[in-house]
């Protein structure tokens, strides 16, 4: 029978069975008192740091500030050592528009400019711009010391790397490491998403078993994540709320991100900041009749990268089975888990239990949707409508299910597959609720049980 791995969308149709896994990547409240530049030395290793935060809510504005004014330097010489290395200098001409954009009108300007000038296509100008204006409403909207500056720097960074991804498109790899030089694309996604976060308002349930799941990595046991997938900024959002207690895990867990948010050019220099595996959308499959056969191939390639890394152990694998984004109940507006597919959580335990490293499968919940809420369907093209918005957000882990305590009275395998699914589901369901409880009903953390302690771990 066919293997397909699905991750929010994204299914790999090998030979064995079906795994799901989050996807929709994209796409961290900052612990230390500096935050590390965006554009490090490759060759010296030389970072670029800045000033100290002027608040959790987001970078100091003269950080950012100083970051563009510094970046075409910066640029110059990672260029010259790339060409010393014998690689592409591709930002060599690279345009300054937005490098050099100081104000809203020099952004919107910009943008106009570049579509004119052919380098930007129209619907990705006029997507540029709509992301504008639901960025500068969100970070406003959090009443942030200087708000107005920090949307100008941090869209004038996203506008120049989403421009340079047109110029220049970057592929990826079936398994693609985050880039950190000469570019840190993992911070500059910290950057954008901190403000929309309202840290007063967000919660992390059990955090002593996410340092829990470091002591196991570095030990060289792998561990997966099952949870629930709410929006492009998941893996953001899970590092963010981490950041002060484990920024271990944020910068070490791989996500399975489907083939939307590795095309979409707004969305690309975003997953470019993550640990990918790649693969093509289980949903999206048959969209081109005569592409099909690549993507299989392309998915198999990307199948056989994480059953490698599985057996090298000491990986964390974040995988969202319910097939794609969390979407609310039409009739009611709610919001709640997506129900988990029971063949890909076998599948993705079967992978753990052959890779012949001792591994550990957790429940993990997730409560994000106001940060970027997805469109109320599954949409075919390319390009969909991003809001985005200033709110509370929520993580909370519980502890490992072991599928042999689970399935101990089960008669047949497919009874232990569905009753181990709804083990794990159940889990993620009832932590959601809490956080529910905790954010949306502003109970904060009176909002804890016996099972779930909240707790602000930036605090």
């Known amino acids: ?104 009108q020099d952004l919107l300007s910009g943008i106009k400019k570049e579509a004119e000038a052919g380098r930007l296509p129209a619907n990705v100008a006029s997507g540029m711009e709509e992301l504008y204006w639901n960025y500068k409403n969100a970070v406003l909207s959090s009443g942030a010391s200087r708000a107005d500056e920090t949307v100008i720097s941090n869209m004038s960074v996203a506008f120049d790397r989403m421009l340079l991804g047109v110029e220049d498109p970057y592929t990826f790899n079936p398994y693609h490491k985050a880039v950190r030089e000469p570019f840190d694309y993992y911070m500059f996604v910290h950057t954008y998403i901190r403000p929309l976060i309202d840290f007063k308002n967000s919660y992390v349930g059990n955090a002593s078993i996410f340092s829990e799941l470091e002591d196991k990595i570095r030990q060289g046991h792998n561990i997966v994540l099952i949870s629930n997938h709410q929006s492009e900024a998941d893996p953001a959002v899970i590092s963010l709320l981490l950041e002060a207690q484990s920024p271990f895990i944020g910068e070490n867990i791989k996500c399975v991100a489907g083939d939307r948010v590795i095309t979409d050019p707004l969305c690309k220099p975003f997953s470019m900041g993550r640990n990918l595996i790649c693969v093509y959308s289980k949903k999206h499959m048959n969209d081109d009749p005569e592409l099909v056969d690549m993507k299989r191939k392309a998915n198999t390639r990307s199948l056989k990268e994480m059953a490698t890394m599985l057996r090298s152990g000491g990986q964390l694998i974040w995988i969202a089975p319910s097939g794609g984004r969390d979407r609310p109940n039409p009739s009611t507006g709610e919001w709640f888990p997506a129900p988990f597919d029971s063949s890909s959580v076998d599948n993705m335990r079967r992978l753990v239990e052959h890779s012949g490293a001792p591994g550990h499968i957790y429940p993990m919940s997730l409560l994000c949707y106001d940060i970027m809420p997805p469109p109320p369907q599954v949409e075919k093209e390319i390009g969909e409508k991003r809001l985005v918005g200033f709110h509370g957000t929520g993580l909370s882990i519980a502890p490992e299910i072991s599928f042999s305590d689970v399935t101990a009275g089960c008669e047949n395998p497919n009874e232990a597959k569905e009753a181990y699914s709804q083990a794990l589901y159940k889990s993620v369901n009832e932590q959601y609720e809490i956080l529910n409880s905790a954010i949306k009903h502003r109970r904060g953390v009176e909002a804890s049980t016996s099972a779930v302690s909240l707790s602000q771990p930036w605090n």
Not at 53 to 66: D, F, I, P
């Open 1 to 104: 029978m066919t293997l397909t791995f699905s991750s929010s969308a994204a299914t790999v149709a090998v030979a064995a069975a079906t795994v799901t896994s989050s996807a929709r990547v994209p796409v961290y409240p900052l612990a230390s008192s500096t935050l590390r530049g965006f554009v490090s030395f490759r060759l010296t290793a030389k970072k670029l740091f800045l000033p100290p935060l002027r608040s959790r809510g987001g970078v100091s504005v003269r950080a950012m500030s100083e970051l563009v004014q510094d970046k075409e330097s910066s640029v110059s010489a990672s260029i010259a050592l790339n060409e010393i290395a014998g690689e592409s200098p591709s930002e060599l001409n690279h345009s300054r528009t937005f490098l050099d954009a100081r104000s809203e």
